[in-house]
């Protein structure tokens, strides 16, 4: 009997232990996945890209081969044929634009370029000792497998000092993205002139038998506005630039990533390129954001 009532109490722990013990490893279920949907391309009636103007009035004519526009819907470019770079490339970057899907390195050639016109490869740049750096960044377009996959058209990539692409710019980029994800909208117009880089291999004015121009400068403008609607006009004097030139060389030192030391004004890369940034906001407004130097 006492031995019976021993066990039962044994019995008794076992069982009040191990329902406390599930009472304790018991947590909530954990959230369902949250399924970002994904961002289809613009249409023209909703195209974001060129909100802000078109810098050097690119068109879709194949004899203005030397600024040619083509549409990529996630980004816009003014394409330079025998330099085989963008002059440009112009895109917008808002909250849904960021997914989960994957860098997809897939580089390959844009068939959109005219027939008859050289057309870069994945392979143009190999051993060139100049990474294929992207003017539109591969994690802004992260939206859908679509949306990643276009930034890795070649005529949204330039021979970059892989120092400088993975170093300040990369750094400016992901400064960005941190913009839109604390409650911004950015639009972002950068791209590349001049001739002559130095990359890993040393100097160079051209790769790819001189099919593909390494530029001397790559420059960047980004329009720093609040998340809403009626963008262009909320373009004001108080409207928040930042505005880079970056020479296409291996930073001095590559383990100090700072991109603030490049700042410049928006009117000095228009007086080194000839174009006409932010051409859709008003004059006034240009006359004062176009001068100042971003200093935050
Ligand atoms: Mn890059
Ligand atoms: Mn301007």
């Not at 008859?116 to 392979?123: C, D």
């Not at 700072?258 to 928006?266: L, M």
């Not at 228009?270 to 906001?281: M, R």
Request: hydrophobic share 35%; glycine share 8%.
């Amino acid at each position: 009997m006492k031995n019976s009532l021993y066990l039962t109490c044994i019995f008794a722990l076992i069982i009040f232990s191990s329902c406390k013990k599930d009472y304790i490893e018991t947590t909530p279920a954990p959230p369902p996945p949250i399924v970002v949907p994904p961002v289809a391309p613009p249409t023209e009636a909703t195209d974001s890209t060129l909100l802000m103007g078109n810098p050097s009035s690119a068109t879709d004519n194949q004899a203005d081969f030397g600024n040619y526009l083509m549409k990529e819907g996630y980004y816009s470019v003014s394409y330079n044929r025998d330099r085989g770079i963008a002059n440009w490339v112009s895109w917008h970057v808002v909250y849904s634009d960021f997914g989960s899907f994957a860098r997809q390195n897939d580089f390959r050639a844009n068939q959109a370029v005219p027939d008859g016109w050289y057309k870069v490869e994945s392979f143009s740049y190999s051993a060139s000792g100049f990474d294929r750096g992207h003017i539109c960044p591969s994690s802004d377009r992260t939206s859908s497998l679509e949306a990643n996959s276009a930034t890795f058209l070649m005529t949204n990539i330039i021979p970059q000092a892989p120092k400088n692409n993975q170093g300040p710019w990369a750094a400016l980029e992901t400064y960005c993205r941190n913009l839109v994800q604390g409650g911004n909208e950015l639009y972002i117009i950068s791209g590349a002139y001049g001739e002559g880089g130095t990359g890993d291999n040393g100097a160079a004015t051209t790769i790819d038998n001189g099919k593909v121009t390494v530029p001397a400068n790559l420059w960047k403008v980004i329009v720093v506005l609040t998340d809403g609607g009626d963008d262009l006009k909320r373009v004001k004097n108080n409207t928040r630039v930042i505005s880079v030139i970056m020479p296409n060389v291996n930073p001095v030192n590559p383990t100090n990533p700072e991109w603030r030391s490049f700042r410049t004004s928006v009117d000095d890369i228009e007086s080194q390129t000839g174009y006409d940034i932010l051409s859709k906001v008003t004059k006034s407004v240009q006359d004062v954001i176009e001068a100042k130097v971003d200093n935050l």
